[in-house]
C-alpha cells in the first residue's frame, strides 16, 4: 500500500476523476508493479479487501481469475463501483473464469445497473466469439426497448453490444443500423480524430468497412 500510495500523480487522479474513478496511480507503473510481483492470489484477496482501487487494480493483475467462485464473483461485482476497477474485473477475471456464463445470464437481468453492465458485456464478448445458443433478435428487441433511458453505465454496455451483433452478424445488420439511428444513443458522443466512433450506426459501418478492406 506504501508503494502504490508512492505511485500517487495529482495530475493523474484529476484525469481519472473526470471518468468516475477514484485514483491517481499511472497504468503503466502499476502494471510494472504486477509483473514484478507475478499471480499472488492471497494477496490479491487481501489487496481486494482494502476497498483502495488503486490496490484493487494491482489485485485484478495479479490473482488468479479461475481460483474464484461464482459466489464470491458475484459479490466482487457488487463491490466494483468505479468504472475502471469493474471494467477490468470483468475483462481480466470474470471473462477468464469458468462461472462466466452462469453469472452473464444473472446479470444481464440484475436490478443493479453497474452489476447488468456487467452481464452485457459478457453477451457482447459471446457475440464476437462464441453466438450459438444466443437469441440474438431478443437481445435486439431488448436493447431496442431499454437502452435509451439506461443509466450510462449500463447504456454503454447495451450499446457495445448492439454494435458488435449489427458487425458480427450480417442478416441482423440493417436492424441493429436501424435501431441506432432511432435512438440516437451516444450519436453526439465527442470522438477524436483517426477514432471509431461509439454511435452504433457508424461503428458498424466502419468495422465492416475495415472488414471488407482487410
Not at 473526470?18 to 494477496?43: E, F, S
Not at 444473472?106 to 464476437?128: M, N
Amino acid at each position: 500500500m506504501a508503494e502504490l500510495a508512492a505511485l500517487e500523480d495529482p495530475k493523474a487522479r484529476a484525469v481519472n476523476e473526470r471518468h468516475g474513478d477514484d485514483h491517481g496511480v499511472n497504468l503503466g507503473k502499476l502494471r510494472a508493479v504486477a509483473k514484478r510481483l507475478k499471480t499472488q492470489q492471497d494477496l490479491a484477496l487481501e489487496l481486494w479487501a482494502t476497498g483502495d482501487s488503486a490496490a484493487r487494480l494491482l489485485a485484478l493483475l495479479i490473482c488468479r481469475p479461475r481460483a474464484f467462485g461464482a459466489g464470491q464473483l458475484d459479490v466482487m461485482a457488487r463491490e466494483s463501483r468505479t468504472p475502471k476497477v469493474h471494467d477490468w474485473f470483468v475483462n481480466y477475471v470474470v471473462k477468464k473464469s469458468p462461472h462466466a456464463e452462469e453469472l452473464r445470464v444473472a446479470w444481464l437481468q440484475d436490478p443493479d445497473p453497474v452489476v447488468a453492465s456487467g452481464g452485457w458485456a459478457l453477451t457482447t464478448e459471446r457475440v464476437a466469439r462464441k453466438p450459438d445458443g444466443l437469441d440474438l433478435a431478443g437481445l435486439l428487441d431488448t436493447i431496442e426497448a431499454e437502452m435509451k433511458d439506461a443509466p450510462d453505465r449500463l447504456q454503454w454496455a447495451m450499446n457495445h453490444c448492439l454494435a458488435q451483433i449489427g458487425i458480427e452478424h450480417p442478416g441482423l445488420r440493417a436492424r441493429a443500423i436501424e435501431i441506432g439511428e432511432r435512438l440516437e444513443v451516444l450519436k453526439d458522443y465527442p470522438t477524436p480524430p483517426n477514432c471509431t466512433s461509439p454511435y452504433a450506426p457508424a461503428w458498424i459501418s466502419e468495422m465492416v468497412r475495415r472488414q471488407a478492406v482487410g
